[in-house]
């Protein structure tokens, strides 16, 4: 039955053919000319950052901004993209379960033989797709821009960077499946979610300005995101947030599974 | 896809089908089985639990107590092996507003792993439906004949509509009546929902008549109309103008009164001379 959940997949994909380029271009643009200005305020930068106090500098993971690959992640990966990257999954994830509820299109959807679970995997593949499609496009014009400035970007460190949002972001997904199992309402999955990963991040923070509480940093997957733009992907946590976001996916499939779908 | 049913044989079985969700009434201890080769209707006003029974027969609802077989599975342990052989138009249809029906047939037609679109093109044909259109720049009767193509162009051996002939115009109604009417000779199994007392006496075999979510009738369309005969009222067309006192003055005739033709008939009846009318003209138009 993997013929039916391409299908799906693609079905959903065809869907949100806009959003792939409303969502990617505007993030490579803006990730390509913090890139194109950083030869020109690069010494600048490093005199301002050292104005910073350190708990600051900590705390949004901002350390020396010697090179290009440092800027990036202050300005682009620390914040920006993986908060607009987890918004996304869950908005994505939900189109292709409530939204299709609310449109309709689920009643028809299941007249086929296709089981819930099937649904949503497909939905959540397709997130996985689109978000890594998103990525790609982001990391291609940051690239360009390296090329047009002359910033000598690493086009290795920043795919690492950039791939290293796809399994936190992916997390989201799987927490919006679950919503989804409680709510039929766009609104409600996509709020309740984007509300988790806020909430995730500001514990994060906490977590990494205060010692004393580090430990609530557990509490959120921010804590195993990490500097991969500079130390590279780290493999254990890359593949551990991944299975945690298929751990919450297929729980919110079982859990969509067994609520009714009312008219 | 043929029929694998013999004619007669039950396809839908309920048995005291309870589902009682929220604040909502849902539908109580309702029994009933519908047989292949048989159009039933299910009869009732807005809100009585039509769809409600629909969507739990579906297993998009889960009963509270009570069961569903259909084609003899459990209708909710075996949810999906039904729907390989049913075709279903869920009230108030609706797909999404960018796809157009030539995707949507696509994509069902993959799910249901049938290569091309099956007798799509043709129904597009009958019931002049623009299936490349996208559904959002349809109006709601040109959308709900795409909801009909997607429920029957895999010529199923079930048939579930909800109000199926909403928003459809009337030339459009009869031609839905006659496809209907066509499913049960193939021996499709057809359970139609609707409030539309006149289609439903001129295309089911039986009805159940639905209130506040509790099955209060089940009969045949012939018996329930037969009941009606002691009345003793009949209808009669006169190739001539009478006068109403004439026909009171006949024998054994109590009361007469004269009554005007529905709009529906009327409408028929101009656009079918309008349509007679046309062909002569492309016909002579041939000869010419």
């Given amino acids: 039955m993997s013929g039916q959940l391409a299908a799906l997949a693609r079905a959903h994909l065809s869907d949100r053919r806009r959003s792939l380029i409303a ?57 920006i993209v993986p908060l607009a990257l987890g918004y996304l999954a869950v908005r994505a994830v939900a189109s292709g379960l409530s939204g299709a509820a609310e449109s309709g299109r689920l009643d028809v959807l299941l007249s086929a033989p296709v089981s819930r679970r099937r649904l949503a995997a497909a939905s959540f ?117 991944t299975a945690a976001a298929i751990v919450f996916a297929m729980l919110g499939a079982w859990l969509f599974e067994r609520r009714d779908l009312s008219a | 896809m043929g029929i694998s049913l013999t004619v007669g044989m039950a396809v839908i079985e309920t048995e005291r089908l309870t589902k009682l969700y929220g604040s909502s009434r849902g539908i109580e201890d309702v029994s009933f089985s519908v047989e292949a080769g048989e159009v039933f209707g299910f009869l009732g006003p807005n809100g009585a639990g039509k769809t409600t029974a629909i969507r739990t027969l579906l297993d998009m609802l889960h009963p509270t107590r009570g069961s569903a077989r259909i084609f003899g599975l459990d209708s909710h342990r075996e949810s ?37 679109l099956g007798r799509a093109e043709a129904l597009a044909e009958r019931f002049r439906a623009d299936l490349d259109r996208p559904l959002g720049e349809l109006s709601r009767g040109n959308r709900q004949k795409v909801g009909l193509i997607l429920a029957t162009f895999h010529s199923p051996e079930l048939l579930i509509l ?59 369309v012939a018996e329930l109309l037969a009941k009606t005969q002691r009345h003793n009222s009949v209808e009669v067309e006169f190739a001539e103008p009478v006068e109403l006192e004439d026909v009171r003055a006949m024998p054994g005739v109590v009361d007469a009164k004269f009554t005007h033709a529905t709009l529906e008939e009327v409408f028929l009846t101009y656009y079918e001379e309008g349509e007679g009318r046309a062909e002569g003209a492309g016909a002579r138009e041939g000869e010419g």
């Avoid at chain 1, 997904?173 to 709510?183: E, N, P, R, Y």
């Avoid at chain 1, 509300?195 to 804590?223: A, C, E, K, N, Q």
């Avoid at chain 2, 359970?191 to 089940?218: M, P, T, Y």
Wanted: hydrophobic fraction near 50%.
């Fill in chain 1, 23 to 79: 969502w990617g271009v505007p993030l490579g643009l803006w990730s390509a000319f913090i890139v194109i200005i950083f030869p020109s305020v690069e010494g600048a930068l490093s005199k301002a950052v050292q104005s910073y106090p350190p708990a600051l500098r900590e705390a949004f993971g901002i350390g020396e901004l010697a090179n290009v690959e440092q800027y990036l992640h202050a300005e682009m990966l620390s914040l």
């Fill in chain 1, 125 to 241: 593949g397709a997130t996985a797709i689109e978000l890594a499609i998103v990525l790609a496009l982001t990391v291609i014009l940051t690239a360009l821009g390296s090329v047009v400035s002359g910033a000598d970007l690493s086009f290795a460190s920043a795919l690492a960077g950039y791939a290293a949002v796809w399994p936190l972001a992916l997390v989201f997904a799987g927490l919006g499946i679950v919503a989804t199992g409680f709510s039929l309402r766009t609104s409600v999955v996509t709020g309740s979610v984007a509300g988790v990963l806020v909430t995730m991040y500001v514990i994060d923070l906490v977590g990494r300005l205060d010692p004393d509480l580090s430990g609530i940093r557990y509490l959120s997957v921010f804590r195993y995101y990490g500097n991969a733009i500079e130390d590279g992907i780290d493999p254990p946590a890359f593949c551990g947030v």
């Fill in chain 2, 80 to 116: 999906v092996a039904i729907r390989a052989r049913l075709g279903n138009l869920p009230g108030d249809f609706g797909y999404g507003r960018q796809a157009c029906g030539r995707e949507a047939l696509g994509l069902l037609a993959r799910l249901r792993g049938i290569d091309g």
């Fill in chain 2, 162 to 220: 909800d109000e199926p002939t909403s928003g459809l115009d009337p030339l459009m109604q009869e031609e839905f009546l006659a496809l209907v009417a066509e499913e049960r000779e193939r021996g499709c199994a057809v359970l139609l929902s609707s409030h539309e007392l006149d289609e439903v006496e001129r295309v089911c075999d039986r009805v159940g008549i639905i209130r506040d979510g509790r099955l209060i009738a089940v009969e045949r």
